[in-house]
């Protein structure tokens, strides 16, 4: 079957640097995507990698690495603004998205 | 600016009645998603439409019906609702398999 797997929870201090891992494993590969939902809100787009590689964007970064079927998003110094879920989402060889549960960030003063 | 609105917000319905829930886009976009969200589950696929005049099934579509007449507009209908259709809808559209743009969400509950 298909699978991601993300961390439920992670709690960091604000200024400071976290990674939410996502492990994938599908039927296939079409790229991985990130998004950010804040409580209430709808889903927002981040981060997209189909490549190998890290992708910078701001204070946020995504990494993919095909071959060992992982990513991870890292935010750099952490705003109370970034606490949030990140969903981590893969594209398979139907191209339809794979959702992990998302990661619930805490960010303490 | 617009992009994705869906309609009502929030719901409370009888077991057994019917609900649509309305999704409307103003960006052109060909492909339209209706996804719901559960507490410690991922985004699941209900139903899905390429371009206007088509749909398909996603992972978890029994229950549930869509129609898409035209390119705007994409609703779901829940014929005779049950209580395990009590969660958070959300209407998304992308441009082919870019970036999904969601809507705001409804909030359903069946009592």
């Known amino acids: 079957g298909q699978n991601i797997d993300q961390p439920t929870e992670m709690t960091a201090t604000e200024g400071a640097i976290v990674q939410i891992n996502c492990t994938y494993q599908?039927?296939?590969?079409?790229?991985l995507f990130w998004y950010q939902q804040h409580a209430g809100e709808a889903p927002t787009f981040l981060s997209y990698?189909?490549l190998d590689g890290l992708e910078e964007k701001g204070r946020f970064s995504s990494f993919l690495s095909r071959s060992k079927g992982y990513s991870y998003l890292l935010l750099k110094e952490l705003q109370m603004k970034d606490s949030a879920s990140y969903l981590c989402?893969?594209?398979?060889?139907?191209?339809?998205?794979?959702w992990g549960a998302g990661t619930k960030l805490i960010i303490k003063p | 600016t617009a992009g994705i609105t869906q309609a009502p917000t929030s719901q409370i319905l009888a077991a057994g009645r019917s609900m649509t829930l309305r999704c409307t886009q103003d960006?052109?976009?060909?492909?339209m998603y209706w996804y719901r969200q559960d507490l410690g589950l991922g985004l699941r696929l209900i139903h899905y439409?390429?371009?206007?005049?088509?749909?398909g099934k996603g992972e978890v579509p029994d229950g549930y019906s869509v129609s898409r007449a035209n390119t705007d507009d994409f609703p779901l209908t829940l014929a005779s609702a049950v209580p395990s259709q009590t969660s958070v809808y959300f209407c998304?559209?992308?441009?082919?398999?870019?970036?999904?743009?969601f809507g705001e969400g409804s909030r359903l509950t069946v009592l």
């Open positions: 998304a559209s992308s441009e082919s398999t870019g970036e999904l743009f």
């Open positions: 960006m052109r976009h060909n492909a």
């Open positions: 439409s390429n371009t206007a005049g088509t749909t």
């Open positions: 599908t039927s296939g590969f079409n790229g």
């Open positions: 990698n189909v």
């Open positions: 989402a893969v594209m398979d060889s139907n191209y339809q998205l794979i």
